[in-house]
């Protein structure tokens, strides 16, 4: 059998058994998926430089200290953001308007993996797939299957260990496209979440599934002259140079006002990188593009010092980053596209108003919907850039790069960006949990059909202690009519009793006599569907009781308050 035959024939048995292992892992209770999740956030904590070694050995991208930080993010800083999020359940109750929300696992997960981030991503995929008590089959890419595949050893040991059923998680060992279409187009797969090229995102797209990908990001980063510069041009070094710069939100571009642009000149060169001029820019932008126009992959995820020697540049052994002056975007400016090294373009505007019309030609020159860096201390120009910026994540007074993925801001920590319409993308958050499940929505009748229908406002909904007082009002009135008590024309001859008439109901002493009888002549009300606590208190109110059954839905807050209270009658 031929590679290709032997990936679909394992592709097709990983979803299979994922989708068995979901069956039981769907059934889980909050306390049984807790643990699971911890033991592997703990795998993924101890074996976070491991699995960094073997993904720079493998791939060539990046270094070692950089992707296990990357690793360790996506470990601790995803399962602790994710770890209050209520994903299984009764998740949300409106009481007022009468509906509540059942959190629902999607089932089979296809993660398709990059290879620029690839341990890193295969634990924050697994660990948000398992936060909602889905199963996970993940797709390496080529370049990264073995790295990838010893990641997911690791968590899914941790897991089954912790009580997770076996095959809940697992990889290709030879991953290829047919592979991997096989893996995003089976009957059982829910839902593809795909990291990776344009290509394979469209792939995922095309797959007849719901989809979560993510586009291209060619971030531009804006210092206006009120910033801090050189904090500024510290956050944009940090971001740009961080694991080589191979994280899609890593800053692409530097924009300043010509106010400040000697200032961020200087701080750029103290800060360790070589600004590129004539010559050295012209080498430099024939080695980051090839001959189709395109990027050259042998500069990504290199240092600076290494594309430099590609490109013939002469540089100090701690150079941290290129920086060449560009006066264009576009096919013909290769400085002004997505690099995926440290490599900057650099640019001065007059004000903030031409930096926002610059920042948008890169974003829509391969970046639309991404990310933005913004460095300003003039809120109306914060304020401007978020309404005018064709881009999901503004990261203001912060590196970009890391800015974007929630490690430095308060956005949800996370390894795959949306980037919305704009972008081609269905949306425009960072996948978290709460994009791998659905909400199953418990609707209870408020108004009838015709009130529904009508202009007039529908009448408020009568409360048990309203409706038990207007059928006794009823009885009452039943009673004084049957024996003719109350004003008459005229006075009337005593009634009669023919043959087989019942007698006239006695006299009542008091009004309570009156309901105790009528009481005890009723049968038992039938039990209620649904009790919320402002049911309980409505009763409460009315000195009455609300009756119940097993399949009565309560929820914790009303059956605590009305057992406390003595409300429930319970009628089996």
Request: aromatic share 4%.
């Amino acid at each position: 059998m031929d590679q290709d035959l032997q990936s679909i024939q394992e592709s097709r048995r990983l979803v299979e058994a994922a989708y068995a292992a979901w069956k039981t892992y769907e059934e889980f209770t909050e306390a049984q998926v807790e643990p699971i999740l911890r033991a592997m956030r703990d795998a993924g904590v101890s074996n976070a430089a491991k699995l960094a070694e073997l993904a720079v050995e493998e791939t060539g991208y990046g270094n070692v200290p950089d992707k296990t930080a990357k690793n360790l993010f996506g470990a601790k800083n995803v399962y602790e953001a994710m770890r209050p999020m209520r994903t299984i359940g009764i998740v949300n109750e409106d009481s007022e308007n009468r509906v509540f929300e059942v959190a629902c696992p999607v089932g089979v997960v296809a993660g398709i993996l990059p290879s620029t981030n690839p341990t890193s991503t295969a634990i924050y995929k697994a660990l948000i797939a398992l936060k909602g008590r889905n199963a996970i089959v993940l797709s390496p890419h080529p370049s990264a299957a073995r790295c990838i595949h010893e990641t997911v050893r690791v968590l899914a040991e941790a897991a089954e260990a912790a009580g997770a059923p076996p095959g809940i998680l697992s990889s290709l060992t030879t991953p290829t496209m047919p592979a991997t279409q096989e893996l995003m187009r089976h009957r059982k797969t829910a839902l593809i979440l795909a990291t990776g090229g344009p290509g394979l995102v469209r792939a995922a797209y095309s797959a007849g599934k719901p989809a979560f990908g993510v586009g291209p990001g060619n971030v531009p980063a804006y210092i206006e002259r009120s910033a801090d510069v050189a904090r500024a041009v510290g956050d944009v070094l940090t971001g740009k140079c961080f694991d080589n710069g191979t994280l899609c939100s890593s800053e692409q571009a530097l924009i300043a006002d010509a106010e400040i642009g000697d200032r961020v000149l200087a701080e750029l060169q103290a800060n360790g990188a070589h600004v590129c001029r004539g010559d050295d820019r012209q080498r430099l932008e024939r080695t980051i593009r090839n001959a189709r126009g395109t990027l050259n992959t042998a500069i990504v995820g290199q240092s600076a010092v290494r594309i430099a020697e590609m490109a013939g540049i002469d540089v100090p052994s701690d150079t941290r980053a290129l920086v060449g002056e560009a006066d264009g975007v576009g096919p013909e400016h290769p400085l002004s596209m997505e690099k995926l090294s440290p490599v900057l373009a650099y640019y001065t505007v007059s004000d903030w108003r031409e930096g926002c019309r610059l920042c948008i030609d890169i974003l829509t020159f391969g970046g639309l919907g991404h990310s933005l860096g913004l460095h300003s201390n003039d809120d109306e120009v914060i304020r401007q850039f978020a309404l005018r910026k064709p881009a999901s994540r503004i990261c203001v007074n912060t590196p970009a790069a890391l800015g974007a993925v929630g490690h430095t801001t308060n956005l949800f920590p996370s390894m795959t960006l949306g980037c919305g319409a704009s972008g081609g993308n269905i949306t425009s958050d960072n996948i978290s949990p709460l994009h791998l499940i659905n909400l199953k929505r418990v609707a209870f009748g408020v108004r009838s059909a015709t009130e529904a229908g009508s202009d007039e406002p529908p009448a408020p909904a009568a409360s048990p202690g309203r409706a038990r007082r207007e059928r006794i009002t009823a009885i009452v009135d039943g009673w004084l009519d049957r024996n003719q008590i109350g004003p008459r024309a005229e006075p009337s001859a005593p009634v009669s009793t023919a043959a087989g008439e019942a007698p006239a109901a006695p006299p009542l002493e008091s009004y309570s006599e009156l309901e105790t009888r009528q009481e005890a002549a009723e049968p038992p009300p039938d039990p209620v569907a649904f009790v919320c606590e402002d049911d309980v208190r409505a009763a409460s109110r009315a000195d009455s009781r609300i009756a119940v059954d097993q399949k009565t839905i309560i929820t914790p807050a009303a059956r605590d308050l009305g057992e406390k209270l003595g409300i429930f009658d319970r009628t089996s």
